[in-house]
Nanobody, 127 residues
Framework: QLQLVESGGGLVQPGGSLRLTCVASGGTLDKYAVAWFRQAPGKGREGILC????????EYANSVMGRFIVSRDNAKNAAYLQMNTLEPEDTAVYYC????????????????????WGQGTLVTVSS
């Protein structure tokens, strides 16, 4: 059973950067597309970006396009979320998730049901 663990969250000042890591165990991540979600305090969960199983295709929500970059290293069974020019509005718990259905395609989605979820890592953007 695939399991995901996020790390790299913390406190960062506005305008700063942070890199989150999502490591898989119990299976091979290269069979899955990976998406990142976030949930801000008092708000619902928001899908923000995804990457295909090969890493060849990515999709971004408007709220993070141009600031966040998703990548993966299948040899390390890991995916990454590079967050730049962070704003207080980016404060949230960030989750990675794996999608087996899209993993069999060349694409990805952050709006369809995911098969596996990580436990989340908190990112706080504040001065």
């Amino acid at each position: 059973q695939l399991q995901l663990v996020e790390s790299g969250g913390g406190l960062v000042q506005p305008g700063g950067s942070l890199r989150l890591t999502c490591v898989a165990s119990g299976g091979t991540l290269d069979k899955y597309a990976v998406a990142w979600f976030r949930q801000a305090p008092g708000k619902g969960r928001e899908g923000i970006l995804c990457i295909s199983s090969s890493g060849g295709r990515t999709e971004y929500a408007n709220s993070v396009m141009g600031r966040f970059i998703v990548s993966r290293d299948n040899a390390k069974n890991a995916a990454y979320l590079q967050m730049n020019t962070l704003e207080p509005e980016d404060t949230a718990v960030y989750y990675c998730a794996a999608d087996r259905l899209f993993g069999a395609t060349m694409g990805c989605s952050f709006t369809t049901p995911m098969d596996v979820w990580g436990q989340g890592t908190l990112v706080t953007v504040s001065s």
